[in-house]
């Protein structure tokens, strides 16, 4: 594999795999065009221009400091080869493998899970069914595949995060409690809602309302900023 679709690197991280200190790889390309994107630059997909050399120097000279590699984006399941063949290699130096995910494809998704590639996953649920569209800035309602994908990881045994960006729009007691059901019904005990951000930093009014709405309701979901 001579070029991969790696658009940019997080050479140290204390939070993208939980209680592990990571390396993160994003990938280009997006299934979503989300209006709250922390990551729009990843969105489309470039041309290849990192060599795998390149990614096997920067792994193997991390071995004893790092424990997990992580794969975001974008969406990695877009270049499900590439991403096949950089967990193969990661694992094989001896590090845990992550994933941030959409979960618009559980197909690919079971595949990698089936391969026992990947030790955990980090997955969106962006909204309730009707409002997926809006909430990932795109006319197909990819809400189905995301279930899946979640139901795809609770039958694999792995750990997994569900996680909800929450924005302006959903930011009022009526749209979180929607959510809530909907992370009750699949299963999800412990919901994280991530606040949006501007310009790397959460937004505080959205911040303030998690927080009164978790006390005033007794919730026990993660505020994560
Ligand atoms: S899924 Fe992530 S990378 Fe893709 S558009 Fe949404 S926030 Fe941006």
């Known amino acids: 594999m001579e070029k991969l679709h790696i658009g940019g690197i997080t050479p140290f991280s204390t939070i993208d795999y939980p209680e592990n200190l990571s390396a993160v790889f994003f ?6 065009r989300c209006p709250f994107c922390h990551n729009s630059e990843f969105q489309e997909v470039k041309k290849p221009y990192y060599s795998f050399e390149k990614f096997k120097k920067f792994v193997e000279e991390r071995q004893g400091f790092l424990d997990a590699i992580v794969f975001s984006g974008g969406e990695p399941l877009l270049f499900d080869k590439e991403l096949v063949f950089l967990a193969e290699d990661s694992k094989k130096s001896g590090f845990k493998v992550g994933l941030h995910t959409t979960g618009y494809s559980p197909e690919r998704l079971k595949n990698l899970l089936d391969k026992k590639l990947i ?43 569900v996680r909800t960006t929450v924005f302006k729009e959903i930011a009022n007691s009526d749209s979180l409690r929607e959510i809530l059901n909907l992370y009750s019904v699949l299963g999800i005990e412990t919901p994280v809602f991530q606040v949006f951000s501007v ?11 998690l927080e009164k709405f978790k006390l005033e309701n007794n919730e026990n979901f993660i505020i994560r900023k």
């Open 119 to 161: 030790d955990w996953v980090g997955i969106d649920l962006k909204s309730v069914k009707e409002n997926y569209p809006f909430a990932c800035g795109i006319d197909r309602n990819y809400f189905d595949e995301t279930v899946e994908s979640i139901n795809v990881l609770k039958q694999s045994g792995i750990e997994f995060e």
């Open 27 to 32: 990938f280009q390309g997006c299934v979503f």
């Open 199 to 209: 310009d790397g930093k959460p937004d505080k009014e959205i911040e303030l309302i």
